[in-house]
């Protein structure tokens, strides 16, 4: 056989990451199955579109020179993604021992955004699982799951936020500090970074109850 | 020891007693209903508030067996909510405490629908969704609050589908009606899925749902397109969430918490990540004195209270500016 599952890595909520052979390579397969709660007509046409947006998307990443897993092979009837298999370490196990090289990282993600913001793609889960430092030290992003093709400053604001939220849901006590280096970095790169940060700081608000977002305060 | 809580954020006023082992002395709610086919005026609510409140409270004290000395303190829900619906509560809250001389406790609305759920289905460290008619909201409690994980941008699920509901001429209790008119739906039909992130959108779905009603495409076909698409998009991030934070147990609250096709998926989607799956009892799902009462105590008993003179209501109290000392 040249292709073979070997096991599964990751349940995520959208496929199953499965490492395994491909070809004598080892291989990432990315599997988009069914989801039992979706009505089965939506979730065929929500599968199939979801599968070809990411491999179009990984394949303009690779285009632009951005670290991202190579990809070998693509299944439509599968829904599947066949990829490189990344070795390193996903940043979120990295930040859980504080070090100083966590700021440069964030620094270092932050250029990595505003790098594909300028080729006109979000990605739409900016989170820490999703990155993975490579024993060569080079930030390889993945999933691009939820990427879109958009030049949109309301996506790319969104995508900041992601992170941030990221950040705080998980290291609350960084999260400040981390964050500000992050959009040192992206403010180095991104083309509309300004319009972006301001962007990003008016979706804040958007949630419900907000009290920043009045600007007369209610006290009775 | 015993507390009084009050409930009078939106359409419910609610007292509830509760003693402090935890049990419920008494539990009365009176919901304004608005008339058909129009949503909750806030000034309609809050008239219907303050002719009910004095009834209502009598009406709990009987049930419990007590009197205003027998209680300790009134906790009351500061908001977030509805302006005049709360200001008719708090201002019931101020005076009972001034003039019988008790301990005011301060408790957000929507920390006590999680607490509520949390206690009632004797889960301890899940992952909460709670959605109603002003929430839409993915949560978890990490370093002493309840930090929301995801969120709808605009509108809650609850609100889009009682405004679609509203627009199309149904009445009371529209989320029903939608359901029953998707149950007998066949096809589905091309509607926008906005997930952003963790985030969701509700506010374009319904427009673009009344413009299908428009085109005259068949009710049913409607509604179970939205059904679907709204209730997928929930579920998309929940289960991302679950994946997210690896809890083991996924816990569902508020008002539209009530719906068995949302609870059906919640469940599969709880299953999906190998997590266990509890819902709030029926009667504890939308707005209710109980669950003031009971989070009063958690506070109260962990020392939160507040001056007369310092409780304002805060409509827009967001449940992640609130520290949680009980947990």
Redo the contacts between chains.
């Keep these: 056989m040249e292709i073979k599952l070997i096991n599964l890595i990751k349940k995520g909520a959208e496929a199953e990451i499965w490492y395994g052979e491909w070809f004598g390579l080892e291989a990432v397969f990315k599997i988009r199955k069914s989801k039992p709660w979706r009505n089965p007509l939506l979730d065929n046409k929500i599968r199939l579109q979801r599968t070809l947006r990411e491999f179009k998307i990984i394949y303009e990443c690779i285009e632009a020179g951005i670290d991202v897993p190579y990809i070998f092979d693509l299944d439509l009837e599968k829904f599947t993604i066949i990829m490189e298999y990344v070795k390193g370490q996903i940043l979120k196990d990295l930040f859980y021992n504080w070090d100083s090289k966590i700021l440069e990282l964030c620094k270092n993600i932050g250029r990595i955004i505003g790098q594909i913001h300028n080729i006109s793609i979000t990605h739409g889960d900016v989170t820490l699982s999703n990155i993975i430092l490579r024993e060569n030290k080079s930030i390889c992003l993945l999933d691009f799951g939820l990427a879109e093709f958009s030049n949109r400053i309301e996506d790319k604001g969104i995508d900041l936020l992601i992170f941030l939220r990221s950040l705080e849901s998980s290291f609350s006590k960084i999260a400040k500090v981390c964050f500000e280096e992050f959009i040192k970095g992206y403010s180095e790169i991104a083309s509309d970074c300004l319009k972006v940060i301001e962007k990003m700081e008016e979706i804040k608000k958007r949630g419900r109850y907000i009290a920043e977002r009045r600007k007369v305060p209610v006290y009775f | 020891m015993l507390i009084l809580g009050i409930e009078s954020t939106a359409h419910t006023f609610g007292v509830s007693v509760i003693n402090d082992k935890f049990q419920f002395l008494a539990n009365v709610n009176s919901v304004y209903i608005p008339p058909k086919a129009k949503g909750i005026h806030p000034r309609e609510a809050a008239i219907h508030h303050s002719e009910n409140a004095p009834k209502v409270i009598k009406e709990a004290l009987n049930i419990a067996g007590v009197e205003f000395s027998d209680i300790d303190a009134i906790a009351i829900s500061l908001?977030?909510g509805l302006?005049p619906c709360l200001?008719v509560g708090?201002t019931i809250a101020r005076i009972l405490c001034l003039y019988y001389k008790k301990d005011m406790v301060p408790v957000n609305h929507a920390i006590a629908h999680i607490e509520i759920a949390r206690y009632l289905c004797n889960v301890e460290d899940p992952l909460v969704v709670y959605v109603a008619g002003?929430?839409?909201?993915i949560s978890?409690f990490?370093?002493g609050r309840y930090?929301?994980?995801g969120?709808?941008?605009?509108i809650?699920l609850g609100n889009a589908i009682d405004f679609f509901a509203r627009k199309i001429g149904l009445g009371y209790p529209e989320l029903v009606n939608v359901e029953n008119l998707a149950l007998k739906g066949e096809?589905?039909l091309e509607l926008p899925?906005s997930?952003?992130?963790?985030?969701t959108a509700f506010s374009g779905l319904i427009t673009a749902a009344l413009k299908l009603v428009k085109q005259g495409y068949k009710i049913e076909d409607i509604c179970?397109s939205l059904i679907?698409?709204a209730?997928?998009m929930l579920?998309?991030t929940v289960?991302?969430?679950?994946?997210?934070?690896g809890k083991k147990s996924l816990i569902l609250t508020g008002g539209t918490a009530r719906s068995k096709i949302l609870q059906?998926?919640?469940a599969?989607?709880a299953?999906?990540?190998n997590a266990s799956f509890h819902v709030v009892p029926k009667e504890y799902a939308g707005d209710n004195g109980a669950m003031i009462a009971y989070t009063g105590m958690l506070a109260y008993k962990h020392g939160v209270k507040i001056e007369v003179k310092d409780s304002?209501?805060?409509?827009?109290?967001?449940l992640d500016t609130v520290d949680i000392p009980w947990r």
């Design positions: 908001g977030p302006g200001r708090a002003g929430h839409t909201l978890t990490i370093d930090r929301i994980f969120e709808t941008q605009d809650a096809r589905i899925f997930v952003k992130g963790q985030d179970l679907e698409y209730y997928s579920c998309e289960e991302r969430a679950l994946a997210y934070t059906e998926k919640l599969l989607v299953k999906e990540q304002y209501v805060k409509p827009f109290w967001r």
